[in-house]
């Protein structure tokens, strides 16, 4: 959503309200001096009839509930304008630091909603069963350089970062997973995982994935030591897709000056949304997202 567009949702607290209205319950704008119907977020029924407070409550089981109930946005009890400012924030990839400035929100409270949109996209993140032509590589994230590692081993087996394995479609999407270590035990399993067995399987040259063959993967391997890239019978051999959503990720990682291990993959999850939505309105599918209920497991 464009800022012009923005601008006309945010002007009041009512535009801003009915935008949300709009994309939790699917109903028409208020009628004049009215609120518009809602569906009872508990037993579905339609309907429900708007209340003096701007809350609404269920003609079928009597529930009372508010524009945010139930939903991620519940998670901070803003004014429906600092919600979609936080939004818009959060898409053009401020940090919550930042954000809070220009918010006039303090940085816990700033943070506990940027949490919560991280939370929310993780959890509507649906595993997909890749298939055809694939990358598969694997990635470590972490400092780049500290005294403490100087010295040490880089790259695979070096300490103190997080190994992520990582599936890209040629041309398409890609799906990250934290792994707890690159072993060609691991490697293979969130292959299995992820990827149809028949599939096309492009890697580099570590040893983690001599095994793909023989569990019903056609491989083709790429040396970097050698070739970036290479003409084959079947099709382009490289990983170059997959280098470019690791650079991609780091450079907007860097951003963040260090994130904690616990938090770590809702970072990488939201680079992945991001990456996979690069072409998208990330409002418009953010929005989307947040007036959805909260799962009850969480
Ligand atoms: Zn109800």
């Known amino acids: 959503m464009s800022i012009r567009d ?3 949702f ?3 607290e009512t535009t801003a309200a009915n935008l949300i209205h709009r994309y939790r319950f699917g109903e028409g704008a208020a009628s004049r001096g009215r609120l518009p119907l809602a569906t009872c977020p508990r037993c579905a029924t339609r309907g429900a009839y708007a209340l003096a407070s701007g809350r609404w409550r269920c003609g079928a089981c009597g529930y009372t509930f508010g524009l945010l109930t139930g939903t991620w946005l519940e998670a901070c009890r803003f004014p429906a304008q600092t919600w979609l400012w936080t939004i818009k924030l959060f898409e053009l990839e401020l940090v919550a630091q930042q ?4 918010l006039g929100l303090s940085y816990p409270t ?3 909603a940027f949490t919560t949109i991280r939370r929310a996209l993780l959890a509507a993140a649906e595993p997909t069963l890749f298939q055809q032509e694939v990358e598969a590589d694997e990635s470590y994230f972490g400092p780049r350089k500290s005294a403490r590692h100087r010295g040490q081993k880089r790259g695979r087996g070096a300490p103190a970062k997080i190994p992520v394995f990582g599936i890209l479609e040629r041309h398409g999407r890609v799906q990250v997973t934290v792994v707890p270590d690159c072993s060609a035990e691991s490697l293979l399993r969130e292959t299995l995982r992820t990827v149809k067995r028949g599939s096309l399987v492009y890697t580099d040259r570590w040893a983690g ?3 793909l063959a023989f569990c019903g993967y056609r491989h083709l391997r790429v040396d970097h030591s050698k070739e970036f890239s290479r003409p ?3 099709g382009k051999v490289h990983i170059n897709g997959l280098e470019g959503f690791w650079s991609y990720a780091k450079g907007k990682l860097l951003k963040h000056h260090g994130v904690s291990p616990q ?3 809702l970072y990488l999850y939201e680079m992945q949304f991001r990456y996979n939505h690069r072409h998208q309105d990330l409002f418009t599918l953010l929005l989307q997202i947040l007036v959805q209920p909260v799962p009850d497991l969480l």
Not at 99 to 102: H, I, L, R
């Open 6 to 8: 923005f601008q006309r």
């Open 10 to 12: 945010v002007r009041s």
């Open 110 to 112: 700033i943070l506990r």
């Open 232 to 234: 084959s019978s079947v």
């Open 209 to 211: 994935y001599d095994t």
């Open 99 to 102: 954000a809070g400035v220009q």
């Open 263 to 265: 938090k770590f993959p």
